[in-house]
């Protein structure tokens, strides 16, 4: 009888390239089941998820609009753990980013467009920044657990936000709980013309660089680093702990609420409370293929972008249930994180 | 035929060769002691033989048969265990629980069952542990019983120890030889990894020294003598490193003023300790392990604060201060427990200049070439066997102590804190840094060593402190001071008035 046994062997370099597509098979394979249920055929499917989203300008442009916001939580949610402080916050720090971008929006009116878009991003930042530092400052104050603290504070701000525009802020034009549409001068310019494609990927762009450069070139990155690696021997080293977490979950915070800030200005223009659903969360799953890495996560988050844009137009065109899309997204997603934890490992005959 | 034997052994990390053809046998039923320097591919050898590692090249056999081990499991299936210095035990689960982990048949466990069957197991391997004790409970010793056991549970025949009497006490050593040798009258074979000679004279019937990845020779103990042995190791003689010269009379340097502390279960742990160090002086700290010694070189570190008292160095108060700010006044400090004092997922380089990051800024980045600049220099000056871009984890001990080492006294502090400064470390290394230690005496730093190797006390120490129960029990000169006296004091036999 033939005998098989994992064994932890890291995988060949070159066959890193191709474990997202060995995801993407398995996937198909797997998900081919559910397609077959909703009587459409699994081929023609995973033809259009694959192929659908580069067939035509409009939707190779769109992988980077989805891709925009998951570029900025990645890279958020890696700073925040690369320093060893778990924030599972980005969710909600994007939306106090978002909030604020919509106040400003509406009072930059008469500005001159660079300035309004420069109080957009910096509110963001800022509003990002300071709903991440109650959970910080829990953390490194009180010793209170950031992983609670943070997931708890998501809901918190999405109950504000819900209360804030079935309230006060309820749009006076439409009637519907949105927030007024923001100022022509605070929309970020379109990066192509007639795609969706605004400001906010240059932003997340230079905020990947940022970071990386951050980690890898100063001495707050090495601090970062060796709290998030080693954190008794970081301390024993005189690496200043609460300091460093504290300005990781600043910085993660600010960048989590730029993304919130791209979406208003570049996306709806208005508030409204299923802006991200659940972009904050994806960001972790693209820090973490990422292997906590700035540029890998930002790789990861394109893809991921890929993922979602082709699950649309798979629905659209087939006819197949919209939630077909998101399990077999899910699924994606499970089976790809299981594939970069299994690249440690090898299948030898004994 | 050989219980095991290991033929052409090679393992290669990168472009260093750990095992260069190595040659092992192990006999039925005999201890065989595995020695060498640090780094000289001791534990690489034996993580292969288990499984966690996979030779490049050569080929092992188990009772005269030629066996593929690819995993520990291959390991255990032909009945070799092993007890690494970092024990895998459950600290929750009971003993009984954590010798039948991942070994026991079918699905549900019976509770009362196990119990009775790892009770009658140690039983009859004479291992002395409760099989309803919680793991956390337990001393190291018996933690370490409990990794035996677990082996022999899995019918292991071959038995390997890396460095088991490192973390214990002199009775628990004790303890664990008579079990080794009772077991070895049953026909255990037992694989030996120790720095310490005298152990393994004691003990062991064959030994086999490696240096740099090569197998140098395999004799029999009769044949040798410690010394020998120390020869074949580093290839040169050896002499032990002891002070020499009265202390010259210098200022206090380090005071400790009625320091008291409590361990981490909140329990007193430091009660009242006052000391004073000299500038050209080496002040021990003797005593049985686990009567406070941690908690004296935490406090002294700045990775715990005191409940009350006062530490000043040169004048300068730093009771309760943080590790920079101690490091910022002069003190260098080796930790008791050198994974504790790097991080080893950063490189060589990155470690040694953290502590000082300032230095290696400029216009706010990085100076990567000056911190690589650096590192160099001190690589060569202490002679550590690694690279700057290395990876602090793949150092093996002595190198990673080395590298502390290089960190700390580069910067000539004026109050040297080192705690088990040589634990782990083979007999080259451990003159190496006992020669470190006297340097830093004779360039007029105040040095207080905190050991539980009580030959090193007495050959290093212008005087003696004996820390019994959180409490200095006595304060002897080094010629007044016989291993007698010592020992009646650390085990807390009489109080003894200091007249040093
Ligand atoms: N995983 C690894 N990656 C890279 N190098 C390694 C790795 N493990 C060990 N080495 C290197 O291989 C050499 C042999 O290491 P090994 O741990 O076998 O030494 P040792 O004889 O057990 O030393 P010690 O007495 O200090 O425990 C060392 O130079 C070490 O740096
Ligand atoms: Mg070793």
Wanted: aromatic share 6%.
């Amino acid at each position: 009888m033939l005998k098989f046994r994992i064994e932890r062997a890291p995988s060949p370099v070159w066959m890193r390239p191709l474990l997202p597509l060995l995801a993407v098979l398995i996937t198909f394979v797997v998900t081919s089941v559910f397609i077959l249920l909703a009587n459409a055929n699994p081929l023609t499917a995973y033809y259009y998820y694959l192929t659908s989203p580069f067939t035509n300008r409009v939707s190779m442009i769109e992988i980077l609009v989805k891709a925009t916001p998951l570029i900025l939580t990645g890279a958020s949610v890696t700073i925040a753990f690369a320093s060893g402080y778990w924030n599972i916050g980005a969710e909600g720090q994007l939306y106090a980013g978002a909030l604020a971008a919509a106040w400003i929006g509406t009072v930059v009116g008469g500005w001159h467009p660079v300035l309004a878009i420069l109080a957009m991003l910096l509110g963001g930042f800022l509003a990002g920044m300071v709903w991440a530092s109650i959970p910080a400052l829990l953390k490194v104050k009180l010793a209170v657990d950031e992983v609670v603290t943070t997931l708890l504070l998501n809901s918190v701000i999405v109950f504000i936000i819900s209360a804030l525009l079935n309230g006060p802020w309820r749009d006076p034009v439409s009637g519907w709980p949105q927030s007024p549409t923001i100022a022509d001068s605070a929309v970020f310019p379109k990066l192509i013309p007639r795609s969706r494609l605004h400001l906010g990927f240059v932003v997340a762009v230079v905020m990947v660089l940022l970071i990386w450069f951050i980690l890898s070139k100063t001495p707050l990155g090495l601090r970062m680093r060796a709290s998030g690696l080693g954190q008794e021997a970081a301390r024993f080293m005189g690496v200043n702990i609460q300091r460093t977490m504290l300005i990781a979950a600043l910085l993660s915070g600010g960048i989590a609420g730029l993304a919130g800030v791209g979406e208003v200005a570049g996306i709806h223009f208005h508030l409204i409370d299923a802006l991200s659903n659940g972009l904050g969360y994806t960001g972790i799953i693209a820090a973490t293929l990422g292997g906590l890495n700035p540029f890998g996560a930002g790789v990861a988050a394109i893809f991921l972008g890929l993922l979602d844009t082709g699950a649309q137009s798979v629905s659209r065109s087939l006819g197949v249930p919209i939630f077909l899309g998101n399990v077999v997204q899910s699924t994606l997603l499970l089976v790809t994180l299981g594939v970069f934890m299994l690249q440690n490992y090898r299948i030898r005959r004994v | 035929m050989f219980a095991v034997e290991m033929r052409g052994i090679v393992k290669r990390f990168g472009d260093l060769v750990a095992n260069d053809h190595i040659n092992f046998e192990l006999k039925q039923g005999e201890v065989h002691a595995l020695l060498g320097e640090n780094g000289a591919g001791k534990t690489t050898l034996m993580r292969i033989l288990y499984g966690l590692y996979h030779a490049d090249e050569g080929s092992i056999f188990v009772n005269g048969q030629q066996v593929s081990i690819t995993s520990p499991k291959d390991a255990i299936a032909l009945g070799i265990g092993m007890v690494s210095q970092h024990f895998t035990l459950v600290p929750p689960l009971t003993v009984a629980e954590n010798v039948v982990l991942g070994y026991n048949p079918g699905i549900r466990l019976n509770p009362q069952q196990i119990q009775r069957r790892v009770a009658e197991a140690a039983e009859r391997f004479g291992i002395e542990v409760k099989s309803d004790a919680l793991v956390r409970h337990l001393s190291v010793g018996e933690r370490q019983r409990v990794e035996i056991l677990k082996a022999l549970y899995r019918n292991a025949r071959v038995l390997i120890m890396d460095e088991p009497t490192a973390v214990l006490v002199p009775q628990e050593v004790d303890i664990l030889f008579e079990t080794l040798l009772r077991l070895q009258r049953e026909g255990l074979s037992v694989v030996f990894i120790s720095h310490k000679l005298n152990e393994v004279m004691t003990i062991c019937d064959r030994i086999t020294v490696l240096r740099n990845g090569k197998n140098v020779g395999t004799v029999f103990k009769q044949d040798v003598s410690q010394s020998k042995l120390a020869q074949m190791m580093v290839g040169r003689e050896t002499f032990g490193v002891t002070r020499q010269g009265e202390r010259i009379q210098g200022e206090p340097v380090l005071r400790i003023e009625n320091v008291s502390a409590v361990d981490n279960k909140g329990l007193p742990a430091l009660k009242s300790v006052s000391l004073e160090v000299a500038s050209g002086e080496i002040l021990g700290i003797a005593g049985v392990s686990g009567n406070g010694q941690s908690e004296l070189t935490h406090v002294l570190s700045g990775t715990m604060k005191p409940t009350s008292g006062k530490i000043l160095v040169d004048g300068q108060d730093i009771t309760g201060a943080d590790p920079a700010t101690i490091t910022c006044a002069g003190v260098g400090r080796i930790p008791e427990d050198r994974h504790g004092g790097v991080v080893g997922e950063l490189t060589v380089a990155e470690n040694m200049t953290l502590e000082t990051l300032d230095e290696y800024t400029q216009n706010g980045m990085l100076d990567r070439k000056r911190m690589l600049e650096y590192t160099n220099t001190l690589i060569e000056e202490f002679q550590i066997k690694a690279r700057p871009t290395d990876r602090a984890r793949t150092l093996s001990g002595g190198n990673m102590q080395k590298l502390i080492l290089a960190r700390t006294l580069a910067r000539q502090p004026k109050v040297v804190l080192a705690a088990q400064p040589t634990r782990g470390l083979d007999v080259g290394a451990t003159e190496y840094v006992r020669k470190k230690l006297l340097e830093q005496r004779e360039r007029g730093a105040a040095v207080l060593l905190i050991s539980e190797d009580l030959d090193e006390i007495m050959a290093l120490s212008d005087r003696i402190a004996v820390i019994y129960e959180g409490k200095i029990v006595g304060i002897l000169d080094a010629h007044e001071a016989t291993p007698e006296k010592l020992g009646l004091l650390m085990t807390g036999a009489r109080e003894v008035v200091s007249h040093a």
